[in-house]
T-cell receptor, first 116, second 114 residues
């Protein structure tokens, strides 16, 4: 079975531009979360979506937005890019939005975004 | 508040045991996780422990949880050079049980010397 897949794997954008990152969860998983990992730090929670609804939001500006589609795939959008947005963006999927019953959260390989 | 702390670096010799420590602040955390990240890669789930357990063993990995002290450790027996990576401790705070939010530490870099 395929794991969590993300695209693109690497991209370079200019300050002020917009970027869209995509994620396909593991088959059967309905919950998708997005994390930002700046070099040398641990991942920071951005959003969580379940059944196409936002279920949680981290401490990120409104320039960050996301959505989930009927097939449970998801997009993360970032507007007006800043140099500080350069990071690895990780997508995670799980069967449900909670940690109940020991369900676990699986991460994709990430999308490396460089803003110049 | 929610915070997870780890030591930044650990160096061991191949064949020795490695112990990576983590402290967390949210006493209502339901699950605690250990993830491994190799250079340039995403996060690989190693193991997790439910908050009502004290210990969990999975092959070379042993997780110990001291809920009173909010301390979590990961022991890797017979450490191999392939275990060299960054290890992240993460908690799933009960208060965010409906959001799937994980709080990560800053990661411990494990260096295994031949």
């Amino acid at each position: 079975d395929a794991g969590v897949t993300q695209s693109p794997t690497h991209l370079i954008k200019t300050r002020g531009q917009h970027v869209t990152l995509r994620c396909s969860p593991i088959s059967g998983h309905k919950s998708v979360s997005w994390y930002q990992q700046v070099l040398g730090q641990g991942p920071q929670f951005i959003f969580q979506y379940y059944e196409k609804e936002e279920r949680g939001r981290g401490n990120f500006p409104d320039r960050f937005s996301a959505r989930q589609f009927p097939n449970y795939s998801s997009e993360l959008n970032v507007n007006a890019l800043l140099l500080g947005d350069s990071a690895l963006y990780l997508c995670a999927s799980s069967p449900s939005p909670t940690g109940i019953s020991g369900n676990t959260i699986y991460f994709g390989e990430g999308s490396w975004l460089t803003v110049v | 508040g929610e915070d997870v702390e780890q030591s930044l670096f650990l160096s061991v010799r191949e064949g020795d045991s490695s112990v990576i420590n983590c402290t967390y602040t949210d006493s209502s955390s339901t699950y605690l996780y250990w993830y491994k990240q190799e250079p340039g890669a995403g996060l690989q789930l190693l193991t997790y422990i439910f908050s009502n357990m004290d210990m969990k063993q999975d092959q070379r990995l042993t997780v110990l949880l001291n809920k009173k002290d909010k301390h979590l450790s990961l022991r890797i027996a017979d450490t191999q050079t392939g275990d060299s990576a960054i290890y992240f401790c993460a908690e799933s705070p009960d208060g965010s049980g409906n959001t799937g939010k994980l709080i990560f530490g800053q990661g411990t870099t494990l260096q295994v010397k031949p």
